[in-house]
Every structure is written in C-alpha cells, then in structure tokens.
C-alpha cells in the first residue's frame, strides 16, 4: 500500500464514492493504482433508482479485459430469490482463463504466439466467443500492426496461464 501514495488513485476512489446514487461507499483493492476515472482496482455500485450512473471508466474498457455491463430485468427486492440461480446461470455463461474452472488452456508459447497476434479473432476460432464478440471489442479484439516481439517472457510466461481470464 505504500505506492498509492505515489499516484492520485486514492483521489480517484474519493471522487468515485461522490458519484450520484452511490450505494455504501466506494471501495479499491490492495493493487489499485492510478486509471481513468476510476482507480483500477476500484469497486463501486450505483442504484439508478437514486440518480446512479453507469461509468466506463467503472467497468474495464481501456485494454477489452473481458469486464462486461450486466442489465437484468430485476429488481433488488427479487434478487434474494433469484440469487442462487442467476449465480449459476453466470459461472455456465462466462468463460474463465486461469485456475479451477478453466475453459482453455494454451498448448504452449507457439499457441500463445497465435493469441498475441491473432487476438479475439484467434479465441473465436478456436471456439471461445462467436462473430458477434468481435464487433463490440475496440479494433475487433486485435491491433493490425501489433509486434508479439514487444511482449517480455515474464509477460509471456504469465499470460500462458491466464489467457481468457477476466480482469
């Protein structure tokens, strides 16, 4: 915690937690460090119902890491019933990289080579998305001029683990 001192990421969780229909407080996790609007690593919740607003900067979209809006058609008063299930229904939907629970694993770096150029479009193929997927990623999941050579063997060497994680 010492390196947020560093950085205005804490101004960024005070400015987050005076956002219209904020409910409870705004909360940052022990990595959190400087993003845009939000700290990275931040955490926070609006109700509409008090003036809450839904902010980009709140839900991951400078590198497409997979954090995604979710509308339902619920009130909060139906979500206790309805919990359980929804939960369910989440963890069935949605893909998960690393760990227990895994979707998909690399072969190995030559594979990994392939995610690094391919992007999104190498994950469809394979099966992990559909066309749809691609049209609501910033440049369809993949930079046309990306150079895999940039990316160090610390970065490669955890992102053979990782990839398809969100987050």
Not at 81 to 106: F, K, N, S, Y
């Amino acid at each position: 915690l010492p390196d947020v001192r560093a950085d205005k990421s804490l101004e960024q969780v005070v400015n987050v937690a005076s956002l219209p229909g904020i409910v409870g407080a705004s909360y940052a996790m022990p990595d959190m460090h400087w993003g845009y609007g939000f700290a990275i690593g931040g955490v926070a919740a609006t109700d509409v119902a008090r003036g809450g607003v839904v902010s980009p900067g709140g839900v991951g979209f400078d590198i497409s890491c997979g954090v995604r809006l979710l509308a339902a058609e619920l009130d909060r008063a139906d979500l206790p019933r309805v919990r359980d299930q929804l939960m369910d229904a989440l963890a069935e939907a949605i893909p998960r990289g690393a760990g227990r629970g895994a979707v998909w694993t690399l072969s190995g770096r030559p594979e990994l080579e392939r995610v690094l150029l391919g992007g999104s479009r190498y994950a469809v193929e394979q099966g992990h998305g559909v066309d749809r997927d691609l049209d609501r990623c910033e440049d369809y999941g993949a930079v046309a001029d990306a150079d895999a050579g940039q990316v160090s063997d610390r970065a490669r060497e955890r992102g053979l683990g990782q990839v398809g994680s969100l987050g």
